[in-house]
Nanobody
Framework: QVQLVESGGGLVQPGGSLRLSCAASGSIASFNVMGWYRQAPGKQRELVATLATAGDIINYADSVKDRFTISRDNAKNTVYLQMNSLKTEDTAVYYC??????????WGQGTQGTVSS
């Protein structure tokens, strides 16, 4: 059973930064795609950023381009989301997802990120 544990959420003022981490119980290199998603109150869960492990192909939602950066550390089996220039509309629960074409999809429990003055 794959486990994903997110951390790094918190309260930050507009313009501030947060760095989220997603620690996997196994090798992240064994997954085809690692991603970050978020869900704001009353809204559907949406894609934030994905990283295809073969070739490090990265995709961002338009709303976070040039502000957020997804990265990985294979040695630590961890995926990161660096979030800069945060806005109030970035407030959401952030989820990590691991996609394996052979084993299916796995989600973390989420971490709350709140942007407020």
């Amino acid at each position: 059973q794959v486990q994903l544990v997110e951390s790094g959420g918190g309260l930050v003022q507009p313009g501030g930064s947060l760095r989220l981490s997603c620690a996997a119980s196994g090798s992240i290199a064994s997954f085809n795609v690692m991603g970050w998603y978020r869900q704001a109150p009353g809204k559907q869960r949406e894609l934030v950023a994905t990283l295809a492990t073969a070739g490090d192909i990265i995709n961002y939602a338009d709303s976070v381009k040039d502000r957020f950066t997804i990265s990985r550390d294979n040695a630590k089996n961890t995926v990161y989301l660096q979030m800069n220039s945060l806005k109030t509309e970035d407030t959401a629960v952030y989820y990590c997802k691991a996609d394996s074409w052979l084993r299916g999809n796995f989600w973390g429990q989420g971490t709350q990120g709140t942007v407020s003055s």
